[in-house]
């Protein structure tokens, strides 16, 4: 059983930051997939970008150049950077593991609660 819970969410500027994070319980974080997930009002759950434990990384088009994944084993923690946000970036963040992941929701079992990013014009 893998727990996670997400940080770092709030108000900010179009043009701004955020860095969100996810902290998971368990020894085994290193040999997980992580990724991350949004989900606007009225629209369905989507994906973000993904992080393997061989350190391959993968990003959705509308985050490439602005969003960056990064872990840290250590702390059994993952970070989702995000830059030049703009305002169709408002949605619930969702941290997910999985020992194979991917970049469909399905491929992943374990989800943290979601944390609030809002994009103001």
């Known amino acids: 059983q893998v727990q996670l819970v997400e940080s770092g969410g709030g108000l900010v500027q179009a043009g701004g930051s955020l860095r969100l994070s996810c902290a998971a319980s368990?020894?085994?974080?290193?040999?997980?997939?992580m990724g991350w997930f949004r989900q606007a009002p009225g629209k369905e759950r989507e994906f973000v970008a993904a992080s393997w434990s061989g350190g391959s990384t993968s990003y959705a088009d509308s985050g490439k150049g602005r969003f960056t994944i990064f872990r840290d084993n250590a702390k059994n923690t993952v970070y989702l950077q995000m830059n030049s946000l703009k305002p169709e970036d408002t949605a619930v963040y969702y941290c997910?593991?999985?020992?194979?992941?991917?970049?469909?929701?399905?491929?992943?079992?374990?989800w943290g609660q979601g944390t609030q990013v809002t994009v103001s014009s």
């Open positions: 997910a593991a999985d020992r194979s992941g991917g970049t469909w929701a399905r491929g992943y079992n374990y």
């Open positions: 368990g020894r085994t974080f290193s040999s997980y997939a």
